[in-house]
């Protein structure tokens, strides 16, 4: 399966190391070519740069492009700034594009308890698979 693996770039080194267990998995995964860029920096250098690659580099679309012909998207929807399983505003829009391009959603973690767009997560039906790799097929 052409998987894409989606999270906040401050998990990048989870992205990569993710990544790299599904490729030995059989699966074809990817992360966003900026991932690496990432990795080893702190959260305040991250949220720098990620902002410098969005309005500078074009990173929505670049993401966009290479969501082309894949199969499915994992989330690594990870605890951040005291939410549990957060999906942010990019990860969610990402979600959305594999909605539409008729791709699984899977998620690391269950559904966040977020009520402005809990209801829209559900209604993409993803398939929870609380950190079980495995159950991607």
Request: charge should be positive; charged fraction near 25%.
């Amino acid at each position: 399966m052409k998987i894409g693996v989606i999270s906040s770039m401050q998990n990048s080194e989870k992205m990569i190391e993710v990544c790299s267990t599904l490729k030995k998995m059989g699966h074809i995964a990817f992360a966003s070519k900026f991932a690496p860029s990432m990795v080893g920096k702190s959260d305040e250098e991250k949220e720098k740069m990620k902002l410098n690659q969005k309005y500078n580099m074009d990173a929505i679309r670049e993401f966009w492009k290479a969501m082309q012909g894949a199969d499915a998207v994992l989330v690594l929807n990870l605890d951040k700034n005291g939410m549990k399983n957060y999906i942010g505003g990019n990860t969610f829009l990402e979600m959305g594009f594999a909605h539409v391009l008729n791709q699984k959603i899977f998620l690391y973690n269950p559904i966040p308890e977020n009520p402005f767009y809990q209801t829209e997560i559900i209604a993409m039906n993803p398939i929870v698979i609380s950190r079980d790799l495995s159950l991607i097929k």
